[in-house]
């Protein structure tokens, strides 16, 4: 590191101290694996519980909007059938 470029006392205590903070932070994760399992099985719980979450509220959703009205046709309708006004020419 920076000993192996600088030549000082100074370079060569910076790369220890550069080292030490990697073991620590090495030994840090190893502590903590127990932890990461733990929050693994959580993430898993809680992403089952999002899917039953969305489909309770989809249902609200659903009991809460209102019904469609069929839309009434405007005019009126005729049932009989309609007279021919124009004689084909053949």
């Known amino acids: 590191m920076a000993a192996t470029v ?3 006392s100074r370079a060569v ?3 220890v101290y550069v080292v030490r903070a990697f073991v620590q932070l090495r030994r840090s994760l190893a502590g903590h694996k127990e932890l990461a399992q733990k929050l693994q099985v959580l993430e898993r719980k809680v992403e089952s519980h999002d ?3 969305d489909s ?3 249902a609200t959703r659903k009991l ?3 019904p469609e009205k069929a839309k009434r046709q405007i005019g009126f309708v005729v049932k009989e059938k309609g ?3 124009r ?3 053949g």
Do not use: T
Request: charged fraction near 25%; glycine fraction near 0%; avoid cysteine.
């Open 64 to 66: 809460m909007s209102l």
């Open 56 to 58: 309770v509220i989809e």
């Open 6 to 8: 600088l030549n000082s």
């Open 51 to 53: 899917v039953e979450i």
């Open 13 to 15: 205590q910076m790369s």
């Open 83 to 85: 007279a021919k006004y």
């Open 87 to 89: 004689a084909r020419r």
